[in-house]
């Protein structure tokens, strides 16, 4: 019992401040004392179930509980208590002398835990959360704060998502990692670079290979290789014509000319077809902007032909 008191007073000075000593808290810490974890357990677990706590209260909290409800020899409760407080502080040492009814769980937390790791991007006004390590699943959402033009500072949230748009004409400054009750797991500077580019009302930017541009250039290009195959055409025409006319030809030389200039009138159809697609395509994304999803789709078209549809 003396290392479990110990336990307390060292866990109160790490995460504890002045203004967490009239809240619910001090009731648990009385019942707690009073030997009456399951009232002093309840206390607790509401106070994170009703959110709004910063990562630092949040660990109190979470150890807190873990710590009632290994006194209650409730070993799986307290080590998944334990495996949050450690994904948020994995620095914490239990005190030397802590009852094993305590440390056994904590370290098999310990044994199991990751160390939540996020990072924050900005992107044509879209903040989006990365995460590169939350092996317990905690993060459930995002807060961003965000000022206006005037300086009027306000929070945008998404509870189910880990990007979210902020409104045109704000600045995002702070982002932070809600888990499902709320409650802020981590906190980080929103990096100012591309914060102030368009908005994206649609969804995320589209790839290169989605944006009007490239079709363009494709398109240039198309079309310069059916002007290309034209005039080879007719010049192939003109030396056949030349060739016949002379009268000294032979049948095998006019046929190979023929046969390359087919071949040039094929170039020439295919490469100004695919410049009317694409140059179509260019122009569809140009008036649809590089936001909002797109969908191709190939099908039998006139005759032998083959079709091709777009949905944006």
């Keep these: 019992m003396r290392a479990a008191l110990f336990l307390a007073v060292a866990a109160t000075a790490l995460f504890t401040t002045p203004a967490h000593a009239d809240d619910s808290l001090a009731e648990a810490r009385q019942r707690e004392a009073a030997l009456d974890y399951q009232g002093a357990l309840t206390i607790v677990e509401g106070a994170l179930a009703a959110g709004g706590a910063d990562p630092g209260r949040l660990a109190e909290l979470h150890l807190f509980a873990g710590r009632l409800a290994a006194g209650l020899d409730r070993a799986d409760r307290a080590e998944g208590h334990f495996a949050r ?28 835990s990751i160390p939540l790791r996020l990072s924050v991007t900005s992107t044509r006004g879209l903040v989006t959360l990365h995460l590169d390590a939350d092996a317990l699943g905690l993060v459930a959402g995002v807060q961003v704060h965000v000022i206006d033009g ?34 802020r797991l981590w906190v980080g500077v929103v ?8 908005r994206v009302p649609g969804g995320e930017p589209r790839s290169l290979i989605a944006r009007w541009p490239l079709w363009a250039v494709v398109s240039g290009v198309a079309l310069t290789t059916g002007a290309v195959a034209t005039w080879q055409l007719r010049r192939a025409q ?7 006319a002379s009268g000294s030809a032979e049948f ?35 008036v649809r902007g590089d936001t909002g999803p797109i969908a191709f789709s190939v099908g039998p078209g006139p005759g032998t032909g083959l079709a091709l549809g777009a949905q944006f």
């Design 85 to 112: 407080v450690l994904a948020l502080r994995p620095e914490l040492r239990l005190p030397e002398g802590t009852s094993p009814k305590l440390t056994a769980p904590f370290e098999a937390a310990r044994a199991r």
């Design 252 to 286: 095998s030389d006019l046929e190979d000319i023929e046969r390359r200039g087919r071949r040039w009138g094929w170039t020439a159809n295919i490469a100004f077809g695919a410049a009317i697609v694409t140059g179509l395509v260019a122009v569809s994304f140009s």
């Design 191 to 198: 990096p100012l670079e591309g914060a102030l580019g368009p």
């Design 150 to 183: 005037a300086g009027v500072h306000s929070d945008v949230v998404a509870e189910r998502s880990t990007r979210i748009a902020i409104p045109s004409g704000t600045q995002a400054t702070e982002a932070s990692a809600l888990d499902v009750m709320g409650n």
């Design 238 to 244: 003109n030396e056949w014509n030349t060739a016949r």
